[in-house]
Structure formats: C-alpha cells, structure tokens
C-alpha cells in the first residue's frame, strides 16, 4: 500500500530534506564577495538553491569552508522543485604551492649550514 501526502506536506518534506542537506554541506560557491551554499557537487556541475542564488555565469571560485577547491567556468543548466543546475565549461583545481619547472634530484640538500 503507497501512502498518498498533499502538495503541501510534500513540499514542507522536500525543503526540510533541503534544509538538512545545506547544514551538512559546507561547500559554498564565490561570485565577488557574494557566497552561496551548494547542495551537492559532482565531477561536472553542482546544485544551489533556486532561491539564494541569481542567474549565475562565468567564472566562479568553490570553497569547502575556508579551502579554496576549484575554479570554475560554469552555465546555467536547468531548474528542478527550487533546485538550480549548474554544468562546468572548465573546472581548474586549486594547488597551494605554483608548479615545478625542474626535476627535483632525490639526493639534494634540504637546507644548507652557515659557516
């Protein structure tokens, strides 16, 4: 036997499964100075709130609370039950340190000793 809700009780039912998924979630999505929480991230795009975010576009920095994970080219994608879309163009990680230009030699000093 299924059991049949109202509209109303279905959608009170999906913004507290929202609710809950944005307090567990620390990723947020930086346009400027403006954040905006992501629901779910995955290889190729990731979901915001239809209601916190505008018509976001272009270039756009992702954060797992203060760590700066990637930087994104992203487009709107498509809109679902309040939920917002977006697909990368290019998804660029974030590294703390700029890469090598030279093959380290495993034998080198670590530091050297003053006279």
Same mark, same amino acid.
């Given at each position: 036997?299924?059991?049949?809700?109202? #509209?109303?009780?279905?959608? %009170?039912?999906?913004?507290? /499964?929202?609710?809950?998924?944005?307090?567990?979630?620390?990723?947020?999505?930086?346009?400027?100075?403006?954040?905006?929480?992501?629901?779910?991230?995955?290889?190729?795009?990731?979901?915001?709130?239809?209601?916190?975010? #505008?018509?976001?576009? %272009?270039?756009?920095?992702?954060?797992? =609370?203060?760590?700066?994970?990637?930087?994104?080219?992203?487009? /709107? =994608?498509?809109?679902?039950?309040?939920?917002?879309?977006?697909?990368?163009? /290019? =998804?660029?990680?974030?590294?703390?340190? #700029?890469?090598?230009?030279?093959?380290?030699?495993?034998?080198?000093?670590?530091?050297?000793?003053? /006279?």
């Amino acid at each position: 036997m299924e059991a049949v809700f109202s #509209p109303e009780v279905m959608a %009170g039912l999906q913004k507290a /499964r929202m609710q809950d998924a944005m307090k567990k979630n620390r990723l947020r999505v930086q346009v400027g100075d403006d954040t905006y929480p992501v629901i779910e991230l995955w290889e190729s795009g990731f979901t915001v709130l239809a209601e916190n975010a #505008p018509h976001l576009r %272009g270039l756009v920095d992702l954060f797992d =609370s203060a760590k700066h994970l990637l930087q994104c080219l992203i487009i /709107r =994608s498509e809109e679902d039950n309040g939920v917002v879309t977006y697909e990368f163009k /290019r =998804s660029t990680t974030v590294v703390e340190n #700029p890469p090598k230009d030279f093959a380290e030699d495993e034998n080198a000093p670590v530091a050297l000793i003053g /006279r």
